[in-house]
């Protein structure tokens, strides 16, 4: 059964965030609570969004193997888009018989890994838009026949304006084609395309000038990505690979015929950047509790931690959220800080009680914590590493 709230309201997160905190109270914290019930029907949201296109997972919003593995159980997944070379090697000894780098790479050391490792080869596609890349892959490696695919920009340009974040600089149906061509040449067996639309897929709809962007966005990205799909096929033969897409806009992406798959991997956990889409809104699924360890105020508590600070432009939108218990806000003229972080409220916990926090850009918290706590059916069934618990650090 697909599970899709639309309307994730200040008490619905509180709600969650309260049976995290009952299942958890036995816990000290600060704690990272993975709720797997939201987890799951995010995920098979997130396949019903896609409309029968499979669905790849996005590490970087993920960062935790069991999550991973979790999700490439789930009828509809396929593959992963790992961040970095290094993991994307470990996946593959792991057991992930399909990993698409989303990222050009120039570690040279674990290019050599990826090219002495015959299972890696097999399974892993490294990303690339530019020769240079090739060219330091190729000698890294020590051997040809590596797999690549071409990132194209799938930025919105309006005259002088560039609606969308800057990645590749390969944006035209003959540019596409003429790294394909040269990528066959240096000896590269070239599998796939991929487009990523940061402009739908991670802005939220915040007025009708972003969804009358979104809209113009999607209507001539389909038609570029057609020609570039043609192109690059006419220059070096059938992809395996035509990816597009984030958590954002599956449905926009899946609608496209000649798109293969899709990515995504923030819908998993469900973190405040996607509360302000209109299709669609995950279950908040993963959140972190702080202890309050000071009342300087009677309505004013600190937290032990709490700096997760979000990546992207700086500002308000990108701290973390207290949720629980509600009415927190944070004050302006602190924030969150890296060892403490002061909330305010008309009424405020005791030293020794919890604030629970959801994330702004999901797997990014998992930097700052070992594990996470499963909780299932209001209980805490097991904890897991994260990448961080496992030492798995890539930059």
Known sequence: MTVSLRHTTTTSVAVAAARLDAATAHLDAPLLALDLDAVRANAADLVARAGGTPVRVASKSVRCRAVLDDALSTPGFRGVMAYAVREAVRLARAGVGDVLLGYPSVDRGALAELGA??????????????????????????????????????????????LGVRRSPIRTPHEAASLASAARRLGFAVVGVMFYEAQVAGLPDASLAVRLVKRASVAELARRRTAVVQAVTAAVGALEIVNSGGTGSLESSSADAAVTEVTAGSGLYGPTLFDGYRAFTPRPALMFALPVVRRPAATIATTFGGGYIASGPAGASRV??????????????????????????????????????RHTKAGEVCERFTEMHLVEGGRVVGSTPTYRGESWTFG
Request: net charge neutral; hydrophobic share 40%; glycine share 10%.
């Open 117 to 162: 490792d015959p299972v890696a080869r097999e399974r892993v596609t490294l990303m690339v838009d530019d020769p240079a890349q090739l060219r330091i892959a190729r000698d890294a490696a020590g051997r040809t026949g590596l797999r690549v695919c071409i990132d194209v920009d799938a930025s919105l340009r309006i005259g002088p304006l560039h």
């Open 320 to 357: 973390p959220t207290p949720v629980f218990p509600a009415g927190l806000s944070l004050l302006g003229t602190e924030g969150a800080g890296e060892v403490q972080t002061p909330v305010r409220g008309r009424t405020v916990p005791a030293i020794g009680d919890r604030v629970w926090w």
